[in-house]
């Protein structure tokens, strides 16, 4: 926490931490692999750019991943999968900002913890709740996470895994906390990131693969019934990697080869990366 190894039970954020009081934070989640991470890089950027629409000060990516190195070790998280989650708020600040320019103290706070199994295939469920993606926070990765947990949640009421998500005029967005692709005649499709999805790391990353694999890519304009017709689906995350995906009663277990094929790249992909 803000630079200081501590146990979980004595971290201390202020009431007017606008981070907590009201959701003025941005976050990444990051995979470990034998107390490596894969995608910091991606990561990072992706964490300046959040954090740079919410006008929270970024510190350097070697700070960062000497804190989360620290967080590793002290954890014994050396070996097997790990899940870090890196925090920034802007600390206790007026809700209009402020036109200073030098570097403003915020928060600053780095977790890990052991992964639990992925399952192989999860199970889908369409929320009736929208994704705004002409808010202003649209493509950023927040704290403010309400909607997506409301139909999270929903879905797991309702015996399902996760939540597909449409956005204000009716298009495919995403999941609840995850990115969607869609396998049709051999050809991957995904929502663009024009719907308002999530720029996901783990998606870019299965769409370099996909093309270098020689498959067709199209990131477009997509609806339920294209959900409906698909041949696979698959979602994606920093946690889960490539995961089959059906929808609720569809009665299809069977993991498609395509999943599997990218699933294999992935993986592939993070043992070249780490050395492993």
């Known amino acids: 926490m803000n630079g200081a190894l501590m146990p979980a039970d004595e ?5 007017f931490d606008l981070g907590w ?15 490596r991470i894969f995608g910091f890089l991606r990561h990072f950027e ?30 014994g998280l050396g070996s097997g999968r790990s899940r870090i989650r890196l925090s920034l708020s802007s600390g206790d600040h007026s809700l209009i900002g402020s036109d200073e320019t030098k570097e403003v103290e915020g928060s600053v706070m780095v977790t890990a913890v ?20 002409r808010s202003g926070l649209s493509g950023c990765k927040t704290s403010s996470y309400g909607d997506n947990l409301v139909a999270l949640r929903q879905a797991h009421k309702a015996g399902a895994d996760e939540a597909i998500m449409l956005n204000t005029v009716g298009q495919l967005c995403e999941c609840a906390t995850a990115n969607i692709f869609l396998v049709s005649n051999e050809k991957l499709m995904t929502p663009s990131l024009d719907t308002g999805c999530l720029a996901g790391v783990t998606r870019s990353i299965i769409i370099e693969l996909a093309r270098e694999d020689g498959l067709t890519v199209e990131e477009g304009e997509l609806g339920m019934i294209d959900v409906s017709n698909a041949d696979e689906i698959f979602l994606t995350s920093s ?10 009663r569809s009665g299809s277990e069977v993991v498609g080869a395509v999943t599997n094929r990218l699933s294999e790249l992935y993986h592939k992909r993070v043992r070249e990366e780490l050395g492993l």
């Open 46 to 75: 992706r964490l300046k750019h959040s954090a740079g629409v919410m006008g929270i000060y970024v510190p350097a990516p070697e700070i960062i991943e000497t804190a989360v190195s620290q967080v590793l070790d002290v954890n």
């Open 114 to 133: 052991n992964v639990v199994e992925q399952k192989n295939q999860v199970v889908l469920q369409a929320s009736p709740f929208s994704h705004n993606e």
């Open 11 to 15: 971290v201390r954020v202020s009431p």
């Open 239 to 248: 946690m889960r990697g490539v995961q089959s995906a059906v929808m609720m």
């Open 21 to 35: 009081s009201v959701g003025w934070a941005a976050f990444e989640t990051m995979p470990g692999y034998e107390g």
